[in-house]
């Protein structure tokens, strides 16, 4: 079973983390912080990241969590001379 678990980011947007016991993937990371502290709260693995697209407040902790989780980044193929770290592109 996957739970997903909203965590807020900025003043205004949420990073989605859907865990399946101790490994997560985290959806639109526009900051790495709040996303490590629960991480590290919940001893979870972050095993990638799937972007949206492309803007700051979508890819703003993509090269934190790569340096640190050593996680792949996935996202549309179209974005991807704007998304930082990605590494697996898909498309429609």
């Known amino acids: 079973m996957i739970n997903?678990?909203?965590i807020k980011a900025f003043s205004d947007n949420y990073?989605?983390?859907l865990i399946n016991e101790k490994n997560?993937?985290?959806v639109?990371?526009?900051e790495a912080k709040p996303l490590n502290e629960v991480l590290e709260s919940k001893k979870l693995s972050l095993k990638g990241v799937l972007i949206t697209h492309h803007h700051f407040?979508?890819?703003g902790g993509n090269q934190d969590l790569?340096?640190?989780y050593n996680s792949i980044?996935?996202?549309y193929k179209d974005d991807s001379s704007r998304i930082p770290e990605i590494e697996v592109l898909v498309e429609d």
């Open 66 to 68: 790569k340096n640190k």
């Open 28 to 30: 639109d990371p526009g």
């Open 4 to 6: 997903i678990e909203p």
């Open 57 to 59: 407040d979508h890819i």
């Open 15 to 17: 990073i989605w983390l």
């Open 24 to 26: 997560a993937f985290a």
């Open 73 to 75: 980044v996935v996202g």
